[in-house]
C-alpha cells in the first residue's frame, strides 16, 4: 500500500476528561486526517498502510461518524491465496486477517468480502506438538498460529474464534462451528491458574504463569457467549483486578471494550484511557500512534459495539 506523508502530532484534543463527545470528535478528526491516500492507516503517520491500524480507524470512525467510512480498502487489499498480505514478502498473518474479515463483516456492503477470509482462516490450523512435562497443556490441540507453520497462540486464536461466532450468527458455514470448539477448547486449556490469559502457556517448568490484560480481554471477548463457564468468570474477576495495571492504550482499549460486552462498570477504566490520550498526546511522539488512537475512540464510543457482541452459537 503506498505511502503518504501525514502527521497527526500537535493536533487540537480537548483537554477535558468530562467532555467525552468533544474528545471522541477530536479523536475522529485526527484519524481522518491521518488516512492514507490509499484509504488505508499506518502505524504511525508518513508510513505504509497496514491491516491492524487500518481496521480499528474504520471500527472506530464507523462508530462516531454519521457517515460510516468506506471500508472497500480492505477489498482492495493485496492477497495471496485469499490471504490479505500485511508485509509484502511475509507470511500470511492470521490475527490481522481475522481483525479484517471481523471488520467487513459490520457492514452488509462488505460482508461477502470477508467469506474469502473466513474460508482460508478455517482451514489453517496451529502445528502440534508432543507432550512436554514441562508445559502443563494439551499441546496436541490445533487452534490458530500467528503465521502458517507454527503453534496455536491466545491471541489469534481469540481473534479467529471470535470472527467465526460473528459468521455463524449470519448462518451456517462448513466447518466453523467445529474450528470454534476448538478454539474454545485451546483457550480453557490455556487458562492461567487463577484467571486470565498469557500470551501463550500458562504455566512452564511447574510455575504458573501471570495472566496480561490484552490477552485476557482479547479471550473473554471471543468467549463472551460463555458468561457462565467457570474460565469466563475466574477471567472476567481477574481482568478487573488487573485492568489499570498496564498503561498502554491497547491494553486499556480492550479492558474497557471487555467490560462494556460484559456489562461491567467502566468509569474508571474510561477516566485512565481518556487521561492516558491527554498525556501521551501532548508528548512528543504519542500523537504517531495512530493504532492505539483508534482503539481509544473505539472503546470510548457510545455506541454498541456490535463488532465484540455475541449470540449463543
Not at 476528561?17 to 492507516?41: C, E, H, K, V
Request: aromatic letters at 6%; glycine letters at 8%; charged letters at 20%.
Amino acid at each position: 500500500m503506498q505511502d503518504r506523508p501525514s502527521g497527526v502530532s500537535g493536533d487540537s484534543v480537548s483537554s477535558s476528561t468530562s467532555d467525552l463527545p468533544r474528545f471522541r470528535a477530536d479523536l475522529s478528526a485526527i484519524l481522518q486526517r491521518a488516512r492514507n491516500a490509499d484509504g488505508g492507516w499506518p502505524y504511525h503517520p508518513g508510513k505504509r498502510s497496514r491491516i491492524e491500524p487500518t481496521c480499528w480507524a474504520l471500527l472506530a470512525l464507523s462508530q462516531t461518524n454519521p457517515q460510516p467510512p468506506n471500508l472497500d480498502v480492505l477489498g482492495r487489499w493485496p492477497r495471496h491465496d485469499n490471504w490479505l498480505i500485511d508485509l509484502a514478502g511475509a507470511p500470511a498473518n492470521h490475527a490481522f486477517n481475522a481483525i479484517a474479515a471481523l471488520t467487513l463483516l459490520q457492514s452488509g456492503s462488505t460482508g461477502t468480502l470477508a467469506e474469502a477470509i473466513v474460508r482460508v482462516l478455517i482451514a489453517s490450523k496451529g502445528v502440534p506438538l508432543a507432550p512436554d512435562p514441562a508445559i502443563r497443556q494439551d499441546s496436541s490441540l490445533q487452534a490458530w498460529s500467528w503465521v502458517d507453520g507454527t503453534f496455536s497462540w491466545v491471541e489469534p486464536t481469540a481473534w479467529c474464534v471470535l470472527l467465526l461466532k460473528q459468521r455463524l450468527a449470519r448462518g451456517p458455514y462448513p466447518d466453523a462451528l467445529k474450528r470454534v470448539r476448538v478454539g474454545e477448547q485451546v483457550l480453557n486449556d490455556r487458562a492461567c491458574r487463577g484467571g486470565g490469559w498469557n500470551y501463550g502457556n500458562a504455566n512452564v517448568y511447574g510455575k504458573d504463569l501471570l495472566p496480561y490484560v490484552p490477552t485476557t480481554a482479547l479471550a473473554l471477548l471471543a468467549l463472551n457467549d460463555r458468561r457462565n463457564e467457570p474460565v469466563v468468570v475466574r477471567g472476567l474477576e481477574q481482568l478487573e483486578r488487573d485492568v489499570l495495571s498496564e498503561r498502554s492504550a491497547v491494553a486499556l482499549s480492550l479492558a474497557l471494550i471487555c467490560l462494556r460486552v460484559y456489562g461491567r462498570p467502566t468509569s474508571v477504566p474510561e477516566q485512565q484511557l481518556t487521561q492516558l490520550i491527554l498525556d501521551r498526546h501532548l508528548s512528543p511522539g504519542y500523537g504517531d500512534d495512530l493504532l492505539g488512537l483508534s482503539m481509544a475512540l473505539y472503546a470510548l464510543s457510545d455506541g454498541p459495539l456490535g463488532a465484540f457482541t455475541l449470540g449463543a452459537v
